[in-house]
């Protein structure tokens, strides 16, 4: 847990003078490691994709250094590389989940009887062909009615 101080939340306590004074918090909580082909088990990878849909926010901490002390997953320390790694299984996982999706929605969106089904359904297909091509959800360019939807 890490208070997040706010000096105008002090100068506010100051002129009211509360019995005290609670910081908002951040929980950070450390998820082990992610190697090439979790979203097919490989390492811990379903247990972190798991653990990663628990979360509101994702914080990548990639390790730039050597210690012969600590071991790295993959033998080598490539930053970029890691950071690919998290990117492309995250991706496989939004790609899984949406693929499980479409077909409960599929036959209500193409009737088109059901407007919120071919609202889901269309969107749900732009985001598909986005990660099909490489682009991680955050940057497939949803309108802001489209994400606050999704």
Do not use: W
Request: charged content about 35%.
């Amino acid at each position: 847990m890490v208070a997040v101080k706010d000096e105008r939340l002090d100068n506010i306590a100051a002129i009211v003078k509360p019995r005290n004074v609670i910081y908002n918090a951040f929980s950070f909580t450390d998820i082990a490691g992610l190697v090439k082909g979790a979203n097919l088990g490989e390492g811990l990878g379903n247990k972190f994709l798991s653990h990663i849909r628990e979360v509101d926010a994702i914080c990548h901490v990639v390790r730039c250094f050597e210690d012969k002390n600590i071991v790295h997953v993959s033998g080598k320390i490539d930053p970029v590389d890691d950071i690919d790694t998290i990117n492309l299984e995250l991706g496989f996982a939004d790609l899984e989940v949406i693929d499980k999706r479409i077909p409960k929605i599929e036959k209500k969106a193409q009737m088109k009887t059901d407007a919120d089904s071919v609202k889901e359904y269309d969107i749900l297909m732009k985001i598909k062909t986005g990660l099909e091509q490489g682009i991680a959800a955050r940057d497939i360019g949803l309108s802001d009615d489209e994400k606050e939807y999704i």
